[in-house]
C-alpha cells in the first residue's frame, strides 16, 4: 500500500534509541523528511547516521533537546521548523518515568514524570498544530503504555501521569477534527528496548531473580509469546499519519500482541 508519506515532515521525540528509533527508521524509510531528538548529541547524532544509511534518506535532522525543560522543547520546534518547514506529523514519544511504588517515590519524581509525560506533549502540541490549522492537514500520534489499561506493578508514575495524555488526545481528536487534524494515541505492551531490560532489572533487584529469567516472564502474559519489535510500532505510526487512515481519530490503538485482557 502506498502510503503517500513522502516529504512529509515528522518530529519524533526521544529517538536516539527504541521505539521512537524504529518509528523514526520507518518513517525515513516512507521518504519523510525526519526530525530526531534526545539529550545526549552524541547518541542522536549516532542515530542519525544510521537512519541515513540504513533507508538511504538523507533528510534526517538530529537535535539535541531535554524534553523535561520547555525551553529545549521550544528551541527542538524551532530548529526543526527552520531546517526542513513546518511539521506535518507529531510522532510523540517521551523517555521512560522513573520505576517504583508510591511508597518510594518522592514529590519531585512525581513533578519531573508530570513534566516527561504530559507536559511535555502539551509543550509540543501547542508549538505544532498551529502550521497543522493553517494547512489544515495534521497528524498528532502519541505513544503511550498499555499501563492505561492495565496498570503496570512498580510503574506507579507510568500507571497515572499518562491517563493524563489519553484525555489530551482525545479532546484534541474534538477539538480539531474538523481542522483536518487527526489526533490518536498508541498503547504499547512490551517493545524490545532498553526500557524493557530496565524493567527486568528492577524485577531482578527485587525479587533476587536473574535478569534473563525476569525477561522471559515479562512476555508469558502476551498470547504471542513474544517482544515487538521497535519498527512494527513504526509501520502503525506510518499508517496512522497517513492519508489512508483519515477517519482514524480519537484513538487509542494497542500493540501488545494481545497482552491487555479488557474487551474495550
Ligand atoms: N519498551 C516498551 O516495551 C515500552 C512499553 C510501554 C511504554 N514504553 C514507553 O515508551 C517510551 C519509549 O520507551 P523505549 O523502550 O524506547 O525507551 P528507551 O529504549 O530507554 O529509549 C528512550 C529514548 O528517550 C530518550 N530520552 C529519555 N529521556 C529523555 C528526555 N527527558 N528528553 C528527551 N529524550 C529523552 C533517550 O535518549 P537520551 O537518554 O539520550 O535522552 C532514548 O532515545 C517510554 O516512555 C517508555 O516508558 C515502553
Known amino acids: 500500500m502506498e502510503l503517500g ?26 521518504g519523510c523528511k525526519v526530525v530526531i531528538s534526545s539529550r545526549n548529541q552524541d547518541a542522536i547524532s549516532k542515530a542519525q547516521d ?12 538530529a537535535i539535541r533537546a531535554d524534553l523535561t525543560v520547555k525551553r529545549e522543547v521550544d528551541r527542538l520546534v524551532d ?4 531546517e526542513f518547514g513546518a511539521i506535518d506529523i507529531l510522532a510523540y514519544n517521551t523517555g521512560p518515568p522513573k520505576p517504583g511504588t508510591f511508597k518510594e517515590l518522592s514529590y519531585e519524581d512525581w513533578e519531573q514524570a508530570v513534566r516527561l509525560l504530559l507536559m511535555s506533549a502539551v509543550w509540543l ?16 500520534i502519541y505513544i503511550t503504555s498499555s499501563a492505561l489499561r ?3 506493578p512498580n510503574l506507579v508514575l507510568s500507571n497515572t501521569v499518562r491517563l493524563s495524555l489519553a484525555g489530551l488526545s482525545k479532546s484534541l481528536a474534538i477539538e480539531y477534527g474538523s481542522s483536518g487534524i487527526t489526533s490518536n494515541g498508541i498503547m504499547l505492551g512490551h517493545i524490545l528496548t532498553e526500557r524493557q531490560r530496565q524493567v527486568a532489572q528492577d524485577i531482578s533487584s527485587r525479587t533476587g531473580k536473574n535478569v534473563e529469567q525476569a525477561m522471559k516472564e515479562l512476555v ?11 519498527e ?10 497517513s492519508d489512508k487512515a483519515g477517519y482514524v481519530n480519537g ?14
Open 5 to 30: 508519506l513522502k516529504n512529509k515532515v515528522v518530529l519524533v521525540p526521544a529517538s536516539s534509541k527504541g521505539i521512537g528509533f524504529g518509528v523514526a527508521k520507518v518513517l525515513a524509510s516512507e
Open 50 to 61: 544510521v537512519i541515513v544509511k540504513e533507508t538511504g534518506n538523507e533528510n534526517v535532522q
Open 79 to 82: 530548529e526543526a521548523t527552520s
Open 125 to 140: 502540541t501547542k508549538r505544532v498544530i498551529t502550521g497543522m490549522v493553517g494547512k489544515k492537514s495534521g497528524r498528532l
Open 150 to 152: 492495565q496498570p503496570v
Open 220 to 230: 508469558l502474559d502476551v498470547p504471542q509469546g513474544r517482544y515487538g519489535q521497535p
Open 232 to 241: 512494527e510500532v513504526g509501520c502503525l505510526v506510518a499508517f496512522l499519519a
Open 251 to 264: 484513538s487509542m490503538l494497542a500493540i501488545d500482541g494481545g497482552l491487555i485482557r479488557s474487551v474495550f
